[in-house]
């Protein structure tokens, strides 16, 4: 959800990749909670770090909180630890609203980020 939401909201200011240290599919409730506002992540794919060339890496933002933390071996880039609970990781009752709740924390922190760092503008920013 953090790579389609950064996309939309930095429109093409950075280049956003996303991988974790477990990677699976993209979520169903991922793809619906997104789709929600939007945006759609149906043919994003679920990709491991070691899929990324971290030299071509600025900022690292890990979102876990109690799972494992992917390793990002390297030392020339920022990083950045917002910790979000995994919406998987709810009871089937109550996925759904854990990933739009998700989804508005990520949005919400993606919105501040981009306004410091300039890749959203501060007067027409959702």
Known sequence: MAEGLARSLFAGRASVMSAGSMPAR???QAISALAEVGIDISQ???????AIDL??????ITLCADEVCPVVPGSTFERLHWPLADP????PAEAAGRFRAT?????????VFGRERGLIDRETAP
């Open 26 to 28: 993209v979520h169903p």
């Open 44 to 50: 994003q794919s679920s990709k491991s770090v070691a």
């Open 55 to 60: 030299r071509q890496v600025d900022l690292v």
């Open 88 to 91: 998987a990781a709810a009871v």
């Open 103 to 111: 989804r508005d924390e990520l949005r919400r922190r993606l919105e």
